[in-house]
């Protein structure tokens, strides 16, 4: 059985940091799939169109040539070939890729892509969408949570050490703008899936959560 986990949540939950962490472990390939739709939203800002724009999107994402690439252990996120995996973590493109990420066209076309790579390795997969559609069949899906003040505050203090003075207050309310609009988008909102592990990370390190989700995975695929 190929071992394919999801894990799903809202945005500062620290899904990425801690997915690349599990796939460390477990010897696994991690696919960062909101890097793919940051990709698209960076695209949608050069092209100088409205991410807004349903048929605007719609016609883009035809055309758009977006791909993850994963090698040793890093993933590469690539726009007509070109890697912008350093471009695509402003709050601009934040901002773009949640507003294109509601589009049909958009979802299924990424979908798409995404059900392809995991079919080709042993992945783990994180995202909005992947215990309910994209790994809607797997038998391992986590759903990662925090409160949002916590979650915030994790941000705050990533930013504050880049040198980005942006106010807590201002990383809160951007915070809670972006999950709004994944959860009440009307196609594939972020929701739990029914079968999915329930893990509020609000007072657990990194360490504790990576430990739970490995010995979730590893209880149903066996160790390694
Ligand atoms: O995980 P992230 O913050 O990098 O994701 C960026 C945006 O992409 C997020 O606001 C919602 C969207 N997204 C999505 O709709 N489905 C996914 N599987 C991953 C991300």
């Known amino acids: 059985m ?26 696994i390939l991690h696919l960062d799939t909101g890097a793919m739709y940051r990709a698209f939203g960076l695209y949608a800002l050069r092209s100088g169109l409205d991410p807004q724009d349903e048929a605007a999107m719609t016609a883009l994402i035809e ?16 726009l007509f070939g070109e890697d912008v995996s350093g471009l695509i973590r402003t709050a601009e493109v934040s901002a773009a890729a949640s507003a294109v990420s509601k589009w049909p066209a958009v979802r299924s076309s990424m979908v798409r892509a995404q059900q392809e790579m995991a079919r080709q390795a042993d992945m783990l997969i994180d995202g909005r969408d992947i215990g309910t559609r ?19 505050r994790r941000r705050y203090e990533q930013q504050v050490a880049k040198g980005d003075m942006t106010p807590y207050e201002q990383v809160l309310a951007d915070l809670n703008a972006r999950d709004h609009q994944d959860m009440t988008r009307k196609t594939e909102p972020l929701r739990q899936a029914e079968d999915a592990v329930l893990l509020d990370s609000t007072n657990m390190t990194i360490d504790e959560v990576v430990d739970a989700i490995a010995a979730i995975a590893e209880d149903i695929y066996g160790k390694q």
């Open 2 to 27: 190929p071992m394919n986990i999801a894990i799903d949540g809202p945005v500062g939950a620290g899904k990425s940091s801690i997915a690349d962490r599990v796939a460390k472990r477990l010897g």
């Open 63 to 78: 055309q758009a040539d977006v791909k993850a690439v994963l090698e040793d252990g890093e993933q590469r996120t690539l």
């Open 134 to 152: 994209v790994l809607a069949d797997s038998p391992c899906k986590i759903f990662l949570t925090a409160s949002a003040e916590e979650r915030a």
